[in-house]
């Protein structure tokens, strides 16, 4: 116990969500509970409350994680050089493909990062938690539109969106298509919609935002 106590809180965090994420993912969030966080991550349960005030904030801890991997794999596809309209596709793709891993790997997570966190951010006692993925939230929503920006200026997106409309079109259209695809899979295989159409649904959802002469030859 002595060497916990010179590790930082960060590191407490972490080690409670790793226990936490793992029964989480074996039998459910609502079956977990505290005592078995605390067992499995071999910390007293007081001592647990002293990092997270409860259990839904230890699993929306493990959600930013989470959020945290997407944002990081989409900063990194979004410094790519842009200076065509094919390359614009072809990263616009990356993105797409990028959020449906998400999705795919740990849909548990992916669902709750999409859904609304019922908390007020501006409340001063707010957990950090909910804080950070406030903050990585805004951050995903600079991919957004730092993606459209570069679509004006190539021509190929209409410019009369303001910022907020494009973030939540953007996220909203693309996360109704990774998620309605995950939980059909099974059948749209059988219709022949296999994972590869999924370019398809994609390209088709930017036909909204093009210029009309881009559109047709979207």
């Known amino acids: 116990m002595a060497r916990r106590k010179k590790e930082a ?8 969500a790793r226990a936490a994420q793992m029964l989480f993912e074996r039998q459910g969030v609502e079956k977990t509970t505290v005592d078995e966080i605390a067992e499995v991550a071999s ?8 990092y997270f005030a409860n259990k839904d904030e230890i699993f929306f801890y493990v959600v930013h ?21 094919a390359r614009w596709y072809k990263i616009y793709l990356e993105i797409c493909f990028a959020i449906h891993d998400s ?16 908390v007020a951010v501006d409340d001063p006692d707010l957990p950090l938690t909910y804080r950070e993925i406030y903050a990585t939230g ?5 991919v957004a539109a730092i993606m459209m920006d570069r679509g004006v200026e190539l ?3 209409k410019g009369s969106l303001s910022y907020s409309e494009t973030a939540m079109y953007f996220w909203g259209a693309i996360t109704g298509i990774v998620r309605m695809y995950e939980r059909k899979s099974s059948y749209y295989n059988q219709i022949g919609l296999a994972e590869s159409s999924l370019s398809r649904a994609f390209l088709g959802l930017v036909n909204g ?9 979207a």
Not at 9 to 16: D, E, L, M, Q
Not at 65 to 85: G, R
Not at 108 to 115: S, T
Not at 138 to 142: A, P, V, Y
């Open 138 to 142: 805004e951050g995903l929503e600079k």
């Open 65 to 85: 994680q989470h959020m945290l991997e997407l944002l990081t794999k989409l900063k990194d596809i979004i410094k790519a050089e842009i200076s065509t309209a």
């Open 9 to 16: 809180p960060s590191v407490h965090r972490a080690n409670i």
């Open 43 to 50: 910390y007293g349960k007081a001592t647990l409350y002293v």
């Open 155 to 157: 021509g190929l997106i």
């Open 103 to 118: 999705c795919k790997d740990s849909s548990m997570y992916f669902d709750a990062m999409i859904d609304e966190v019922d």
């Open 209 to 217: 935002y093009l210029a009309e002469s881009e559109a047709e030859h």
